[in-house]
């Protein structure tokens, strides 16, 4: 069975500066990998998502994510923060199952907290 | 292009008492889904739609849970009776199903909040 770890709960930067978010997965199976934001009182939005293409993934509003699979990881990151980058992160992952299941498994969250 | 909506935004109610939620993906998508959010941690599926026929039900609560998706449309998804423990945000989801599997992306609606009292 699938899981990811977020590893840490909660981030802190200054405006500017770069942006790492951990994301640790387990899967039985050739993965797909997504990372999405969740701004207050908002649903949850799509930034990038890996599917065993290019190992390097850009998304939205310059965030970018590596699969590595040695590492089982799938860390996002920014080379600089935004303010109206804070909100909570979400690592999901799916196992691709020709039962037709397509359940994403998301990861505990982490909230990125920007400082002026 | 429209994206998933979802109401009502929030809900209060008793305990024991009952409340339905209601979805309408974009149009289109073939697949539903419904998951439940608790405060502090990732959502949870709780049911996936093909079309009008059940996928994945495995982790919906089906002594007090049921949803449906008349026609391979709209959804809504049913508690009765309410428990304090289902104080959580209903997310709703939908894709297109189209894109064999490994790159279908799931687009998420707004939430409805519940809180049982």
């Known amino acids: 069975a699938q899981s990811v770890t977020q590893l840490d709960s909660h981030v802190s930067v200054s405006e500017g500066t770069p942006v790492l978010l951990r994301c640790n997965y387990s899967?039985?199976?050739?993965?797909?990998l997504f990372w999405y934001v969740q701004h207050p009182n908002k649903g949850l939005q799509l930034l990038l998502k890996y599917t065993s293409a290019a190992t390097l993934v850009k998304g939205i509003n310059g965030f970018e994510a590596e699969f590595k699979k040695s590492e089982t990881s799938f860390h996002l990151t920014k080379p600089s923060a935004h303010m109206s980058d804070a909100a909570e992160y979400f690592c999901a992952t799916r196992d691709y199952m020709d039962t037709g299941r397509r359940a994403l498994t998301f990861g505990s969250g982490t909230r990125l907290q920007v400082q002026p | 292009e429209a994206g998933v909506a979802q109401s009502p935004r929030y809900k209060i109610i008793e305990k024991r008492q009952s409340v339905a939620f209601w979805c309408n993906p974009i149009s289109g998508h073939a697949t539903l889904y419904w998951y439940q959010q608790i405060l502090g941690q990732g959502p949870k599926l709780l049911i996936q739609?093909?079309?009008?026929?059940?996928?994945?039900d495995s982790q919906l609560p089906k002594d007090r849970f049921s949803a449906e998706r008349l026609k391979g449309v709209d959804s809504t998804l049913k508690i009765q009776p309410a428990k304090l423990e289902d104080s959580a945000v209903y997310l709703c989801a939908s894709s297109s199903g189209t894109s064999g599997g490994k790159g279908d992306t799931q687009y998420f609606g707004p939430g409805t909040r519940l809180t049982v009292l």
């Open positions: 739609f093909q079309n009008n026929g059940v996928v994945d």
């Open positions: 899967s039985s199976y050739s993965p797909s």
